[in-house]
C-alpha cells in the first residue's frame, strides 16, 4: 500500500538569494541556488577538507545541502528529479534521505524556527525558508553540536555560510524553543512532534528491512561465505520478517540470493566488508524481483537484453550475473556523471563493463531498428523519480537510483 505525504509538506516556497550567494562550480555535484544561472562559471569547489564525523560543517556539507535544495524543489513542484546528479552512490544516498527527512519534518522545524525567534534575529533569511529549514533539520540532527570550522572554506555559497553562522549564533535558543515542544506535547523524539497520522506514514517507511542480493558470482558456499562471517559480527539469523523487529542487527534469509536486515543496520552496514568486497550487493527488493520474476527468460537469451533507463547499477549487475556467454546488457539513458560509480559497482561484482555491459549516453527514444536489432528482452523502467521519495520503499535509502519499475511488498 502506497504512502501519501502530507499536503503542506509539498509546498516550496520561492526562495531568492539573500545575500548574493557564490555557486558551486559546474561538475562539482552542486548546483547554483541563485535564481541566475552562471554556465560559464567553472572555477572548482575547493577548501580544505573537513570530516563530518568530527561534527564540523564541511565544503561535502555545504555540497549536500545544494543538492539536496536543488532536489527538494524539484520534487516539491511535482518535476522529474533526474536532472539532479550526483558525484556519488553515498552522496545520493545522505541527500536522498535528508529531503525525505525534511518532507515530513517541515512543518516540526518551522515551527521550532518562530519559537526561537530565528527569523526575527535574522531578517535577511526571511527569503530563504527552505534552505533554513533544510539545514536546521541537520543542525539538531547533530543535537546542535555542528561547528564552523576555522578555516575558510572556498567556493561555498555565501548564503549557506550566513545561515550556518546564524544557527550556531542561535543554538541555545533553537534548543531551547525545541525542548519546549517536545514538553508540551510529551514527545519523545522530534518526530513524535509530527501529526499522529503523518508520524505513522514516516515510521512506515523508516523501519522498513535493508535489502542485500547475495553475489553469486562469488559466493559459492552460502553458510561459509556469508552467514558464518555474519554471525562472528554479532548478527542474528532470524526466522520471518517480524522477527527483524524485535532485536538490533538481525538478518532474514528472504530468498534465495536476497537477504533482509533489520533497518537498524542499515548505515553500519553500508560500510561491512561483505559489501566491500562484492559478496553482498544492497538492491532494494522492488528491483530484485523485477529481474527474478524474468529470471529464466534472461537466462535463455542469446541476444541482448536492453534496460531503457539507468539506475544505480544493481539491476544492471544483477541481470548481466545471469546472462550467458556471447549476450550482453545494453543500457539507454546513462549520464556522465553515474559513469564511474556504475563502473565501480560492476567491478567490485567481477563484471566487466565491456562485453558484459554496453552503457549508451543516447536515451532509449532514439534508438533505432538498427540498435535494436539484436534485442531479446526490452525492459521498460518508466521515471518515477517521485515516487521512490514518497513511497515506503528502502529503495531511496539503500539503492538511491533514480528510477524503479513497480512496488513489491
Not at 185 to 202: D, P, R
Not at 325 to 339: A, D, E, I, K
Amino acid at each position: 500500500m502506497a504512502s501519501t505525504l502530507p499536503a503542506s509538506s509539498m509546498k516550496s516556497s520561492e526562495d531568492s538569494p539573500t545575500p548574493p550567494a557564490k555557486r558551486f562550480a559546474p561538475g562539482s555535484g552542486g548546483s547554483s541556488i541563485s535564481s541566475t544561472p552562471a554556465p560559464d562559471e567553472k572555477r572548482p569547489l575547493t577548501g580544505k577538507r573537513c570530516v563530518d564525523s568530527d561534527g564540523v560543517y564541511s565544503v561535502e556539507r555545504f555540497r549536500r545541502y545544494d543538492l539536496a535544495l536543488r532536489l527538494f524543489s524539484t520534487i516539491s513542484k511535482g518535476r522529474f528529479a533526474g536532472d539532479v546528479s550526483f558525484p556519488d552512490s553515498n552522496c545520493r544516498r545522505k541527500v536522498y534521505r535528508l529531503v525525505f527527512d525534511l518532507l515530513y519534518h517541515r512543518g516540526v522545524i518551522e515551527e521550532m524556527l518562530i519559537e526561537s525567534g530565528f527569523y526575527s534575529r535574522n531578517c535577511e533569511l526571511h527569503g530563504q525558508q527552505t534552505l533554513v529549514q533544510l539545514m536546521t533539520y541537520d543542525y539538531q540532527q547533530w543535537k546542535f553540536s555542528l561547528k564552523l570550522p576555522r578555516e575558510d572554506l572556498e567556493n561555498v555559497p555565501t548564503v549557506m555560510l550566513t545561515v550556518a553562522k546564524a544557527l550556531c549564533k542561535h543554538r541555545v535558543r533553537l534548543n531551547a524553543a525545541l525542548a519546549r515542544m517536545r514538553v508540551k506535547s510529551n514527545a519523545q523524539t522530534t518526530s513524535h512532534l509530527m501529526t499522529e497520522a503523518s508520524f505513522a506514514k514516516y515510521q512506515a517507511v523508516v523501519t522498513q528491512p535493508f535489502h542485500v542480493r547475495i553475489n553469486a558470482s562469488k559466493v559459492h558456499n552460502l553458510q561459509r561465505g556469508v552467514i558464518s562471517p555474519l554471525c562472528e559480527d554479532g548478527y542474528t539469523l532470524c526466522a520471518g520478517r517480524e522477527e527483524l523487529k524485535k532485536g538490533e542487527k538481525r538478518f532474514w534469509q528472504q530468498e534465495r540470493t536476497l537477504l533482509a536486515f533489520s533497518p537498524d543496520a542499515r548505515e553500519a552496514f553500508l560500510h561491512h566488508p561483505l559489501l566491500s568486497e562484492g559478496l553482498l550487493v544492497p538492491q532494494d527488493s522492488a528491483s530484485y524481483y523485477l529481474v527474478e520474476a524474468i529470471r529464466d527468460l534472461i537466462a535463455q537469451c542469446t541476444g541482448d537484453v536492453i534496460l531503457t533507463h539507468c539506475n544505480s547499477g544493481a539491476e544492471v549487475a544483477h541481470i548481466a550475473s545471469l546472462l550467458s556467454r556471447g549476450s550482453r546488457v545494453v543500457v539507454y539513458g546513462v549520464l556522465p556523471v553515474q559513469m564511474d560509480s556504475l563502473k565501480r559497482s560492476l567491478h567490485a561484482q567481477e563484471i566487466d563493463t565491456l562485453p558484459d555491459v554496453d552503457f549508451v549516453h543516447a536515451p532509449f527514444t532514439t534508438a533505432d531498428s538498427a540498435d535494436l536489432s539484436n534485442a531479446s528482452v526490452i525492459i521498460c523502467l518508466p521515471p518515477s523519480s517521485l515516487s521512490t521519495v514518497t513511497q515506503p520503499l528502502d529503495f531511496i535509502l539503500q539503492e538511491g537510483g533514480l528510477y524503479h519499475s513497480y512496488t513489491h511488498y
